[in-house]
């Protein structure tokens, strides 16, 4: 079965420096996603970024980036220019095929909450 | 556009009463999916739904169901409440419950959160 692990329940950062959350994941798929979403305390989850399992190149989104490495099955999110407005709970999460049904389900990690300090 | 619209935000239950849930999708989006969210938690999948139809359950007691309308919104429903169900409900929507391309993407609302006592 696919797991998704976040091992870190808490990380800080100070505004503007640079933070990374790790995030391991388990599958015996080839072809796949990966997520990083964020809940602040509105509570809506809302997506950061995505990786394609088959794309080499690292997915980036102007200040959030992806350290994909796929023998190792790990999936790191890293912030750079942290600004207050990131402070939230952030998953990794990966969509686990429905046997049968032909669609997916996500599985997401217990979260790491970001604090940013002014 | 609206996004994933859910009701109520808050509600307070007592131990066996049951509870309704509603969700509405974006416009255009046949695809709906139900987590619950404890507290200190990641989401857990409940249902998904996409053309009406129930294509995935997750691992949730039969006091659990839900259904989607010919609109695509969808209700949950929880019968015989326990202190255990208290949560963030969160509904997601998407066109279709793909692997996670594009349209297939995973939109949440804000959730309903339910407290038993």
């Known amino acids: 079965a696919q797991t998704v692990t976040q091992s870190q329940p808490e990380m800080s950062v100070q505004e503007a420096e640079t933070v990374t959350l790790s995030c391991t994941y388990d599958t015996s798929e080839s072809d796949y996603y990966l997520f990083w979403y964020k809940q602040p305390p509105s509570r809506q989850m809302i997506l950061v970024i995505r990786?394609?399992?088959?794309?080499?190149q690292n997915a980036t989104e102007n200040r959030f980036s992806v350290n994909f490495q796929k023998a190792a099955k790990s999936f790191s999110l890293k912030i750079s220019d942290s600004q207050l407005g990131d402070a939230a709970m952030y998953f990794c999460?990966?969509?686990?095929?429905?046997?049968?049904?032909?669609?997916?389900?996500?599985?997401f990690g217990t979260g790491t909450r970001l604090k940013v300090l002014a | 556009d609206a996004g994933v619209t859910q009701s109520p935000t808050h509600l307070i239950k007592t131990r066996g009463q049951h509870v309704t849930l509603r969700c509405s999708p974006i416009s255009g989006h046949k695809s709906v999916s139900w987590y619950q969210q404890v507290l200190g938690q990641g989401p857990q999948f409940i249902f998904q739904?996409?053309?009406?139809?129930?294509?995935g359950r997750g691992n949730f007691p039969d006091r659990f169901s839900a259904r989607q309308f010919p609109n695509y919104s969808s209700e949950l429903n929880v019968n015989a409440l326990l202190l255990g169900d208290s949560a963030l409900y969160l509904c997601a929507s998407s066109f279709w419950p793909g692997r996670g391309s594009g349209a297939n993407v995973l939109t949440f609302g804000a959730g309903s959160r339910l407290t038993v006592l």
């Open positions: 999460a990966y969509p686990s095929a429905l046997a049968a049904s032909g669609t997916y389900k996500y599985i």
């Open positions: 990786q394609e399992a088959y794309k080499q």
């Open positions: 739904y996409y053309e009406k139809e129930e294509r």
